[in-house]
């Protein structure tokens, strides 16, 4: 039977898209959790989002897609239509070359299907430094370089001498990644697509919007701005449900800011009510981008935000420590936001 190859819209315009992490829960392991992504893969895919992205981090006990090639290999493989890609690649820590190799690879097994979200952060803290051997303050400032040397591999131009196979004249999206102004400057000034942040880091994302569609030079490839903001949401029959199944990725972004990180914990009751003044306010500023409830209190969180942001697509984020229950997540949020 062919899986839908429609993609789900918001009032006819906005679509849907996922960010998955890759999540690794307490008691669980690594192999589970690339599993678990690629049945969330499947699930997306039946019901109509457009794309499914693997974030890159390092040394990270709680996230699997470090080698965030190879997991959208397994990713590729488990589904047939939708749009795979790095929300991001972290373009500092590698060499050009060696990703237009690598995302060449993943569209001559999945054509017309990957996407390149670029970033410039290191994914880890400081000590990845050392363990790739290499400046990345530096390779930090050669980033604009470093994504025009990628196009210029993918566009196929024809005095590049040394050519990369496969990945010289892929078909790759690509995109410009930011929770910052910098990455809305950068996508403006070389024409590409931007997504921004702000599941996790929302307070530049007027700002970064902003400057975006006002800078925004078009070229062949995109002729006008087109803007995608990530965002928490969690959807259940029942608001308190949802509020539980989402206190999970809520435990780790608090111990993520106060210096512990781990594996995905399992999901707690009343988890905000038990917070004192700093957790609730790292809890309460890493919730201003999201949407937690039934399929109606979603619906209406999400149109507000798209009515803000005017984006066009929204990718939408949020591990739940039971795989099943994303799943069910992104089914609910589909059918209510469906046109």
């Not at 670029?118 to 930090?140: C, E, N, V, Y």
């Not at 790292?282 to 619906?299: F, K, N, W, Y």
Request: aromatic share 8%; charged share 25%; proline share 6%.
């Amino acid at each position: 039977m062919e899986k839908a190859k429609a993609h789900t819209m918001f009032c006819g315009m906005t679509e849907l898209s996922v960010l998955d992490l890759v999540p690794v829960r307490e008691g669980g392991t690594l192999s589970e959790a690339y599993e678990a992504a690629a049945g969330l893969a499947r699930v997306a895919e039946e019901a109509g989002y457009k794309r499914f992205w693997v974030a890159e981090h390092h040394a990270m006990e709680g996230i699997g897609g470090a080698a965030t090639s190879v997991v959208l290999a397994h990713i590729g493989h488990a589904t047939s239509t939708i749009r795979i890609g790095s929300g991001g690649i972290m373009l500092p820590n590698h060499n050009p070359f060696v990703i237009a190799e690598q995302f060449g690879t993943l569209d001559a097994l999945f054509p017309g299907r990957i996407d390149l979200g670029l970033g410039r952060a290191p994914g880890a803290d400081g000590r990845i430094r050392q363990a790739f051997r290499k400046d990345l303050m530096k390779a930090a400032g050669d980033f604009p370089q470093d994504v025009m040397e990628l196009a210029a591999y993918f566009s196929g131009q024809e005095d590049i001498s040394l050519r990369p196979n496969p990945g010289f004249g892929a078909d790759i999206e690509m995109w410009a990644l930011g929770s910052s102004l910098y990455g809305a400057q950068l996508a403006a000034a070389l024409g590409l697509p931007y997504a921004f942040a702000a599941h996790f880091a929302p307070d530049h994302l007027d700002d970064a919007l902003a400057i975006y569609r006002r800078d925004f030079k078009p070229l062949e490839r995109l002729d006008k701005p087109h803007v995608m903001v990530a965002m928490n949401v969690f959807a259940a029959e029942e608001a308190d449900e949802a509020e539980r199944l989402a206190s999970s990725q809520l435990q780790s972004f608090v111990r993520l800011r106060t210096g512990s990180p781990g594996k995905l914990p399992p999901p707690v009751d009343g988890y905000r009510e038990s917070l004192g003044p700093m957790e609730r306010r790292i809890v309460e500023h890493v919730s201003l981008a999201s949407a937690v409830g039934t399929p109606d209190m979603v619906r209406e969180k999400i149109g507000d935000f798209v009515k803000r942001t005017q984006a066009d697509e929204i990718i939408v984020a949020g591990a739940t420590y039971e795989p099943q229950a994303r799943e069910t997540s992104l089914r609910l949020t589909a059918e209510a936001l469906a046109s």
